[in-house]
């Protein structure tokens, strides 16, 4: 693959404390991103809102692997995988988990991709099927028959392992690079731990103060005990 200027995104991730974050609307047009994306893509946050998300498709990427989001998506469901991307600073490797986005009434109303360092180990393996998928897709002559033979090319190969999309990715991560993250509960979005957006110095703060409460309360429970 085509790579150029290859970034380090465990250095951003580390940098930030949470992972590259974007979030789109159904049609895939950028509606929010935090800081650790602008670090890595070098855009402005003016400039990439409301622009689609592929801004930062890498050309090398089989057209087959969106695909294979995009049908995921569209079927409720949570994906994950590697992607290379490129932005005005350079090209970056990522294993991305996007998920879509449900309002109270049920109803989607986009995407939030959430990207962290992908295992290097893994990345000599999905290079070569990358580039295996691409070739098969070179056979095409239109984008649909191009598509089709990337993803008949993947299929094929899983098959051959014995092992599932999902598994095989997972696999392929294990827990390089994991960062905790929990559901908001309610509104359907993704957010980081509380915890994890304290400081140190805050959350020593906090813990002093839930001990400081509770040794009032055991005091007044003392008094009236009298």
């Given amino acids: 693959m085509n790579i150029k200027n290859l970034i380090n995104v465990c250095d951003i991730v580390a940098k930030f404390k949470m992972p590259i974050v974007s979030k789109t609307d159904i049609k895939g047009k950028i509606t929010e991103v935090n800081d650790a994306f602008l670090e890595v893509t070098g855009y402005k946050k003016n400039d990439?809102?409301?622009?689609?998300?592929?801004?930062?498709?890498?050309?090398?990427?089989?057209?087959?692997?969106?695909?294979?989001?995009?049908?995921?998506l569209k079927n409720g469901n949570e994906?994950?995988?590697?992607?290379l991307n490129r932005g005005l600073k350079g090209d970056y490797w990522v294993y991305a988990i996007i998920s879509p986005n449900y309002g109270k009434n049920g109803n989607l109303y986009g995407y939030t991709s959430m990207r962290f360092g992908a295992n290097p180990q893994a990345l000599r393996i999905i290079e070569n099927?990358?580039?295996?998928?691409?070739n098969a897709e070179k056979k095409g002559i239109y984008n649909d028959k191009k598509i089709t033979l990337?993803?008949?090319?993947?299929?094929?190969?899983?098959k051959s392992l014995n092992i599932d999309?999902?598994?095989?990715?997972?696999?392929?991560?294990?827990?390089?690079?994991?960062?905790?993250?929990?559901?908001?509960?309610?509104?359907?979005k993704s957010d980081f731990s509380f915890i994890e957006k304290l400081s140190i110095s805050s959350f020593v703060f906090l813990i002093l103060g839930v001990f400081l409460i509770?040794?009032?309360?055991?005091?007044?429970?003392?008094?009236?005990?009298?």
């Fill in 48 to 72: 990439i809102l409301n622009k689609p998300h592929n801004i930062i498709r890498h050309p090398d990427m089989p057209k087959a692997a969106f695909k294979l989001v995009w049908d995921t």
């Fill in 79 to 83: 994906w994950s995988g590697f992607v």
């Fill in 150 to 158: 990337g993803i008949n090319f993947l299929t094929e190969k899983l």
């Fill in 165 to 188: 999309y999902d598994s095989f990715v997972k696999d392929l991560q294990g827990d390089f690079g994991k960062i905790e993250i929990k559901k908001v509960e309610g509104d359907g």
């Fill in 214 to 226: 509770l040794g009032v309360f055991i005091t007044l429970m003392g008094l009236f005990s009298e």
């Fill in 129 to 134: 099927i990358y580039d295996e998928m691409k």
